[in-house]
């Protein structure tokens, strides 16, 4: 089942220095550019809505899945102290990729947590967070606090190489996660998963039909059955703060939403039971204690994107460390 990846030598550098650009860019600036690449001239940054052209243009920025899994590995994982797992391969138009996860791990007692991308293979942002975040850590721009972390860097490869949400079979394997028998990417987290109890889940997501950022929290349970404070509000309170745009409609996916944060309650159970389990309810039904869900919108650039996954991670990081002292 297991097996390490370290001795493959890779050879793909573009995206990450495309991204560095752009990271040193400030906010603004980046709108701006973005504005320009798309034509889009004078316009504020709400005001541009998703284009076709920007979104394949985005895509093509993108290499084969395998190629952005050897390039985490190649570069980052030894230097970040993560340790990668093949834990099988998943059939792609072009090939075989492998399924991998990735593992920081920092002694017993710390907090456990999940971090999982690309399970819609038409939402880029996520694998190219996880990506830009290893990147962070081994050349120290980012110092994790002591946790365990593991890390599904991209769940569904054949749906990204094929630029679809669902993958190569046309499933949506994020409503995999109740069948009995859940396609192949999901019956190998589900195996890595099932015994595992996580303190905090947080997934990579994004929203083709949203304009600003919102997520889903489930929120915890203490030991007395009482929920505890829910971070949602702050998470969109800062990006808001860094000039992101933040979805404030009332209501988002047909659910209530508060300043861009949803909070599913029970009542979900039976629309799960007939669409399917996304991996959020797995988690929580499995005993992780909260499950952030977060939505970019792909009319902002990439870089924009990759950037609000990654704050939001490290808000969390930070938060879950710091109750745990
Ligand atoms: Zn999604």
Redesign the pocket.
Known sequence: MGGHLTSKKYLIHNLISVQDNFLKIPLQGRLNQAQKQEGVAEASPRQYGPRASAISKMMKEFSSPQDIIQNIQERYLEKSGVTSTLLGEIATDNGPCPFIRLKRKSGIGLPKILLSAG??GD?PAGPHAVMSLLQKISDGTIILPKVNLDIFPLINPSGFLRRT?TNQQGKDL?RCFSTGHPPKEIRLMMDYLKNREYDLSVEF???IDTKGFYLYEHQPVDMAGSRTRAWGAEITTLLRKQGFPINESPVIEGMPAVDGVISPRRKRRSFFRRHGWPQAFYMHKHGTKRTLTL?TPPCLSLEDRTKMHIEVFLFALKKLSGDAT
């Open positions: 399970i819609h939402e949400r994020n997501h994004e929203d939505e």
